[in-house]
């Protein structure tokens, strides 16, 4: 069965950064927009962090977004709950700066364009640890629209994480797509090329490449922008 459709990850992958660097700033901006609601700066990023993690081991029993919250007011308690239009301004103004910590790769626009034009079904599988609003932020840092992509996972529409091979095959369920009509292209070994466990075929982008596990990278098709799109016409 032929390829239909073609994933991306975001970050590291469309949208080239540093992991902590980016993840440090975000912190530091979303902290200071807190601080004058009563939340104190460590105690704040490690309630934030345990959300984080109550999304990544999200069983599917609800969204992301219902396990953030969750976890995040049991730790901060219920003031978190009417706090949380702060948040949501956050994403809409202050979250724009965290621009600064990404850097911009016009290649990655320019391939998904192209493979668009190749008959392709772009989706966008991004670990949806972020509301709507932050993750089309980032498309936009990307050079992309939303609209370039049939599908884009926050933690909204979302009920599982990377690397849970869950997390595809809910993409899988909302495409109607069989794994073998797609190809996963991303930076992240971990996260990423688990695809490949569900029957996904995949691409691994080695620009800013994410290998913590230290794993042999040359079991998967790997390589540059230039090196996907040679990889792509000949599917």
Request: proline share 5%; glycine share 6%.
């Amino acid at each position: 069965m032929s390829i239909q459709y073609v994933l991306f990850d975001l970050d590291g992958t469309l949208l080239p950064m540093d992991q902590d660097e980016f993840t440090g700033g975000y912190f530091k901006l979303l902290a200071e927009k807190m601080a004058p609601y009563g939340y104190e700066r460590t105690k704040f990023i490690d309630a934030v962090w345990s959300g984080v993690a109550a999304m990544v081991t999200n069983d599917g029993s609800k969204s992301n977004e219902e396990a953030f919250w969750k976890k995040f007011t049991e730790i901060c308690g219920d003031k978190a709950i009417t706090d949380k239009p702060v948040f949501e301004e956050f994403y809409t103004n202050e979250f724009e700066g965290a621009k600064n910590f990404c850097q911009y790769n016009p290649k990655a626009a320019e391939s998904v364009h192209r493979i668009k034009q190749m008959g392709y079904v772009t989706v966008l599988a991004t670990n949806p640890l972020f509301p709507e609003t932050a993750t089309e932020k980032r498309i936009y840092w990307a050079g992309l629209k939303p609209d370039d992509f049939e599908l884009y996972t926050t933690y909204e529409n979302s009920s599982h994480c990377k690397p849970n091979p869950e997390y595809y095959k809910d993409i899988l369920k909302c495409l109607g797509a069989k794994p073998e009509e797609c190809l996963m292209v991303g930076n992240d070994v971990e996260e990423d090329m688990v695809a490949e466990k569900i029957g996904m075929k995949v691409f691994l982008l080695t620009d800013c490449l994410i290998n913590k596990e230290n794993r042999d990278i040359s079991t998967f098709p790997n390589g540059s922008f230039e090196q996907l799109l040679e990889y792509v016409v000949k599917l």
